[in-house]
T-cell receptor, first 113, second 113 residues
Framework: KAGVTQTPRYLIKTRGQQVTLSCSPI?????VSWYQQTPGQGLQFLFE???????NKGNFPGRFSGRQFSNSRSEMNVSTLELGDSALYLC????????????FGSGTRLTVV | GNSVTQMEGPVTLSEEAFLTINCTYT??????LFWYVQYPGEGLQLLLK?????DKGSNKGFEATYRKETTSFHLEKGSVQVSDSAVYFC????????????FGTGTSLTVIP
């Protein structure tokens, strides 16, 4: 079974630009969540999608948005990038029962310069 | 509300030493509990889990027991190896809040030969 695939692995953007990150969940998993990880703040929850609907949302500004497609693939978008958005962005998928926990991708390392 | 508290790191141990990483939680419902491990440059990997009180999760020599009376899920390993050097995250998933995940801040472990 293929794991959670995130693309790209590394990205360098300039302040003010926007970026789109992609996540393909494990086959059969309909729930996809996104996390931001930084040395100072640790793991912070961005949002969770299930069947194309956002079910939970963390405490991030509106510049951070996401969506999920009918095949469960998900994208997150960050507009008007700031230096503080530099982080490792992790995608995770799970079956909706959730008892088996998340399976995480390897992440996208975003650097804003 | 729900939260997870982990012991502060970093932790440095000699090879073959005994490891304990403390984790306590608060939850409104009856959560499942998890330990995740993150190796440098990678995403999080599920290490072990327990879904109800008194369950013991185990994997790769690591163990943790779900203690409802002390609201704890401490991670232990009898003899650590250099390859165990990583960051360890305790987490809970609470069905009463839609199985939303709550992560601890992570504990960095370094094992020296």
């Amino acid at each position: 079974k293929a794991g959670v695939t995130q693309t790209p692995r590394y990205l360098i953007k300039t302040r003010g630009q926007q970026v789109t990150l992609s996540c393909s969940p494990i086959s059969g998993h309909r729930s996809v969540s996104w996390y931001q990880q930084t040395p100072g703040q640790g793991l912070q929850f961005l949002f969770e999608y299930f069947s194309e609907t956002q079910r939970n949302k963390g405490n991030f500004p509106g510049r951070f948005s996401g969506r999920q497609f009918s095949n469960s693939r998900s994208e997150m978008n960050v507009s008007t990038l700031e230096l503080g958005d530099s982080a490792l962005y992790l995608c995770a998928s799970r079956d909706w029962a959730g008892n088996y926990g998340y399976t995480f991708g390897s992440g996208t390392r975003l650097t804003v310069v | 509300g729900n939260s997870v508290t982990q012991m502060e790191g970093p932790v440095t141990l000699s090879e073959e030493a005994f490891l304990t990483i403390n984790c306590t939680y608060t939850a409104t419902g009856y959560p499942s509990l998890f330990w995740y491990v993150q190796y440098p440059g990678e995403g999080l990997q599920l290490l072990l889990k327990a879904t109800k009180a008194d369950d013991k999760g185990s994997n790769k020599g690591f163990e943790a027991t779900y203690r409802k009376e002390t609201t704890s899920f401490h991670l232990e390993k009898g003899s650590v190896q250099v390859s165990d050097s990583a960051v360890y995250f305790c987490a809970l998933s609470d069905p009463s809040t839609g199985n939303q995940f709550y992560f601890g801040t992570g504990t960095s472990l370094t094992v020296i030969p």
